[in-house]
């Protein structure tokens, strides 16, 4: 108890020595200092909520950087399920059929030829991209994860552009020597959509 009466005692001594202190300071240098310390509360002030307008503005471009990620993500899922799945069956189906047709040659080897082409798809890339770099501050890790998908997007149009050129080329000039197409009494069949 006597410890506490000591320290209040303390700081008794202390405020009434600043009291006095501050009595003995000029009408200007009180002036001087209560702007000092108005200027410092206020830079105070200021600097919290920029900073909670950053983290807000970060918030909203995650949100988005988000909202685009699932948009590429849906749309190549989706291409896949309607383009890329139908594309392997066929061609596991004339695998299977030229396994079949080779042996037993007597047969007849009858192969259906998707010739379709496909159209190109636009993904966000670019916004995803922009949001990503300029306005996130993410590591490493997600940068590389955004490069990847740029390089998966990219390919992805590419192997399209590739697949209509190669189905443009074929539908202009089939094969049609013996040695081309070596059918004596079977058929290939060409479907043209």
């Known amino acids: 108890m006597e410890a506490i009466s000591a320290e ?3 700081l008794r001594s202390a405020l009434e020595a600043s009291q006095a202190v501050w009595s003995q300071v000029p009408e200007v240098g009180r002036s001087l200092l209560g702007a000092v310390i108005g200027v410092l509360f206020g830079a105070w002030i200021a600097s919290r909520s920029q900073t909670k307008r950053t983290v807000v503005s970060e918030l909203h471009a995650l ?6 990620a699932f948009s590429v993500a849906n749309k190549a899922l ?20 030229h396994a079949a047709f080779m042996i037993n040659p007597r047969g007849c080897l009858s192969i259906q030829i ?15 991209e922009k949001i990503v770099l300029e306005r996130c501050f993410l590591g490493s890790e ?15 149009s590419a192997s399209i ?16 020597g013996h040695q081309e197409r070596e059918t004596s009494a079977c058929e290939i069949m060409f479907s043209r959509y």
């Open 142 to 156: 997600a940068v590389a994860t955004l490069v990847a998908v740029l390089d998966a997007t990219d390919d992805l």
């Open 8 to 10: 209040l005692g303390y």
């Open 63 to 68: 949100r988005s950087a988000h909202a685009l």
């Open 161 to 176: 552009k590739y697949r209509n050129e190669l189905v443009n080329e074929f539908r202009k000039d089939p094969p049609s």
């Open 78 to 97: 989706s291409f896949k399920k309607q383009h890329v799945r139908p594309l392997e069956e066929a061609f596991k189906a004339a695998l299977a059929a």
């Open 114 to 128: 998707d010739l379709r082409t496909l159209s190109q798809i636009k993904f966000a890339d670019k916004s995803l």
